[in-house]
């Protein structure tokens, strides 16, 4: 879920199944979870859906958002949405 980047899944024109999670710096306690669940839609759907996992924070800093999450203006986590090919 971490090899496709947001732009790169719009750029192919496929639909995307965004995760905002951080499963070891999660606030809530269900980011871990909410990740195993999306994961078991891989082998039904990976072929026709990419799935791409985005982590909340900074590398190293689990008090700085990622750039990807300030631009989305996402404040808690965990955060699924669903795109279509057209972004």
Not at 33 to 42: A, E, F, G, K, S
Not at 61 to 78: A, D, H, I
Request: aromatic letters at 10%; charged letters at 15%; glycine letters at 6%.
């Amino acid at each position: 879920m971490h090899q496709t980047r947001i732009a790169d899944a719009i750029a192919q024109g496929k639909p995307q199944v965004i995760v905002f999670a951080t499963p070891k710096f999660c606030t809530s306690r269900v980011c871990g979870p909410v990740v195993d669940v999306v994961r078991t839609l891989l082998p039904a759907y990976g072929k026709q859906v990419v799935f791409i996992h985005q982590e909340i924070w900074q590398a190293g800093s689990p008090q700085k958002f990622s750039p990807t999450v300030e631009e989305w203006n996402l404040r808690s986590e965990p955060w699924i949405f669903v795109v279509d090919g057209q972004g």
